[in-house]
Nanobody, 123 residues
Framework: VQLQASGGGLVQAGASLRLSCALS????????WGWFRQAPGKEREFVAA????????VYADSVEGRFTISRDNTKNTVYLQMNTLKPEDTAVYYC?????????????????WGQGTLVTVSS
């Protein structure tokens, strides 16, 4: 299983970005998805997660109302739409997946990880 994250870049505060994560599998069904991020010198932290059928989504308090996780089953791709970006959102963003389970906030519960994409928000 391979995950390919993309869409990062340098933006000003208040701007938007959409991250993508493509899954290299025949079937997209059954996988729970998560987005995490890691700022320099900090632990990797939870951002958002979605169950395999999209029936449940959870967000970190710091991004609730600004970020949206979604999926396109026809493209085997998960997205993280990030609006009203703040300098404190600057980090390397990672997508993660696991088969089944709930939309977990715990990084250790995910089995597959993308390589990360850098988001830099200037003030």
């Amino acid at each position: 299983v391979q995950l390919q994250a993309s869409g990062g870049g340098l933006v000003q505060a208040g701007a938007s970005l959409r991250l993508s994560c493509a899954l290299s599998l025949r079937t997209f069904s059954g996988y729970t998805w998560g987005w995490f991020r890691q700022a320099p010198g900090k632990e990797r932290e939870f951002v958002a997660a979605m169950t395999w059928n999209g029936g449940s989504t959870v967000y970190a308090d710091s991004v609730e109302g600004r970020f949206t996780i979604s999926r396109d089953n026809t493209k085997n791709t998960v997205y993280l739409q990030m609006n009203t970006l703040k300098p404190e959102d600057t980090a390397v963003y990672y997508c993660a997946a696991r088969y089944g389970g709930s939309a977990s906030r715990t990084k250790d519960e995910y089995d597959y990880w993308g390589q990360g994409t850098l988001v830099t928000v200037s003030s």
